[in-house]
């Protein structure tokens, strides 16, 4: 079965950092393309990064590029999200997901980002 596990969510102020990371186990992980993608109150789910398998490359939406990198360790099984200079327009459920962009993929529950001053 395969299980997602979010952490590293909370409450910052404006142009602080946020780093997330997702536990991923009951798939080959290395093998697997990851995403990230996201969840405003009352909008639609967003993709905000990706990264292929193994070493693959990475990819990121316009509103995250230059303040957001995904990064994956292979030997923890686990994803990462560092996010840089937040803002309030971040504020989301990010949620980890397998797949490229991972919109209709398997989720995990998902960690809360505010950003508010």
């Known amino acids: 079965e395969v299980q997602l596990v979010e952490s590293g969510g909370g409450l910052v102020q404006p142009g602080e950092s946020l780093r997330l990371s997702c536990a991923a186990s009951?798939?080959?992980?290395?093998?697997?393309?990851m995403s990230w993608v996201r969840q405003a109150p009352g909008k639609r789910l967003e993709w905000v990064a990706g990264?292929?398998?193994?070493?693959?490359?990475?990819y990121y939406a316009d509103s995250v590029k230059g303040r957001f990198t995904i990064a994956r360790d292979n030997a923890k099984n686990t994803l990462y999200l560092q996010m840089n200079t937040l803002k309030p327009e971040d504020t989301a459920v990010y949620y980890c997901?397998?797949?490229?962009?991972?919109?209709?993929?398997?989720r995990g529950q998902g960690t809360q980002v505010t950003v508010s001053s």
């Open positions: 990264i292929g398998s193994g070493s693959g490359g990475t």
């Open positions: 997901a397998k797949g490229l962009p991972g919109l209709n993929g398997v």
């Open positions: 009951g798939f080959t992980f290395i093998g697997a393309a």
